[in-house]
């Protein structure tokens, strides 16, 4: 299998790249969504603009960054951009992991043959698939590091994803989880924690099984939590909601980088990874879906349960170091935010209780990602 994990001129070692899924919305209309992608693709002052899966979503990719300073320039600037696309055309942005009351039904599927392919091989299963993400890459120069690296991140993913957990509302309901999202997702195939593959021979082997075998055409069919990027050279992370505050990805894209630097340290040390189940994993991860950072998961590899937030307040001080050699530690303040104050889905929460009204959540969600 041809891949990127090599050194190569101007490539920056653990370089990241952010792309956001971000809606489409109708400010007039209590932010409901609108097909419109169509009209707001075009050349971007950096980064890419791009279609997704339906035409109420619009996808923002930055460049490969040295660090999250310039990922937040980039970021910044790209949703400075389509929110300014949107407006000339009466519209605007908003970012959460589900938009609170939309019905996918409602939703057109864009016109690309890789989503009308799609809808064909998974019909209801890729059309409810109405969800927001936020995807992480980091750059890896050599092959089995890249797999020790996405191996290690798996008992990160509950982590990651209960500070991201932004979609507490699905279909007009709450629903009793902070990540949706999350659920939604697990009816596709080929996602959730992956297996430890433990080498990059035998991950090239199971993958091109899989192609051979006409279940998938790229490796891009596989839409695990963490997976390896043979095409870019990276290690995507992709089991956080989308963020409504820009200072939230970039302190996610922070602390993501960092364990990636971590756990490629320890590949380099010849450290080997402890050998967890994957159904506490699996377990931990329903548990951060559930109940965000206010809830308790397995301090892994013991069996104790602890409070998440304590969790996730000693993975940050054990990888600021991380951070701050690699020119991203004033992001991690984001980190603290979310644990002082609470998760977009907090945030959601909150601002619903006070009068039950889910336009208002969009009306505040829709300024948060738009003015920051």
């Avoid at 923002?60 to 300014?84: F, M, Y």
Wanted: proline share 5%; net charge negative; with cysteine.
């Amino acid at each position: 299998m041809e891949h990127g994990f090599r050194a190569a001129p101007g490539r920056t070692p653990f370089s990241i790249g952010v792309e956001e899924e971000l809606m489409i919305v109708d400010p007039d209309d209590g932010h409901a969504l609108v097909n419109a992608i169509e009209r707001l693709l075009g050349e971007a002052p950096v980064g890419e603009v791009k279609a997704e899966l339906m035409e109420s979503v619009l996808e923002i990719a930055t460049e490969p960054c040295h660090n999250t300073v310039d990922a937040g320039e980039q970021l910044r600037s790209l949703r400075k951009h389509v929110a300014g696309r949107a407006a000339e055309h009466g519209l605007s942005i908003a970012s959460a992991g589900t938009h609170p009351y939309a019905r996918w039904e409602d939703q057109r599927i864009a016109a690309r043959d890789r989503y009308r392919d799609l809808v064909r091989e998974l019909r209801f299963v890729a059309r409810q698939e109405l969800l927001f993400g936020l995807h992480v890459h980091v750059g890896i120069d050599d092959p089995d590091q890249a797999i020790h690296v996405a191996d290690g991140m798996r008992v990160h993913l509950p982590i990651l994803l209960a500070l991201s957990a932004n979609s507490p509302f699905w279909r007009g309901d709450r629903t009793g989880l902070m990540s949706t999202r999350t659920s939604i997702f697990r009816a596709f195939p080929r996602v959730g924690v992956p297996t430890a593959y433990g080498s990059w021979d035998r991950y090239e082997r199971e993958t091109e099984f899989m192609i051979r075998s006409g279940v998938m055409s790229d490796p891009t069919y596989v839409w695990h939590d963490v997976r390896p990027h043979p095409t870019f050279g990276t290690v995507e992370i992709r089991v956080c909601d989308g963020q409504t505050r820009v200072e939230h990805t970039l302190a996610l894209a922070a602390l993501i980088q960092a364990m990636v630097h971590e756990l490629a340290s320890h590949h380099d040390d010849g450290t080997p990874l402890g050998d967890v189940p994957w159904q506490i994993l699996d377990e931990n991860k329903y548990l951060a879906a559930i109940h965000g950072l206010d809830g308790e998961l397995v301090d892994l590899p013991s069996s104790d349960r602890v409070r998440t937030k304590d969790l996730a307040r000693r993975l940050l001080d054990r990888l600021r170091p991380h951070a701050q050699e690699l020119g991203s530690e004033n992001e991690l303040e984001g980190i603290t935010d979310l644990l002082e104050r609470g998760t977009g889905g907090d945030r959601q929460v909150l601002v619903y209780d006070a009068n039950k009204d889910l336009r208002e959540v969009m009306a505040e969600m829709s300024a948060l990602t738009v003015e920051g």
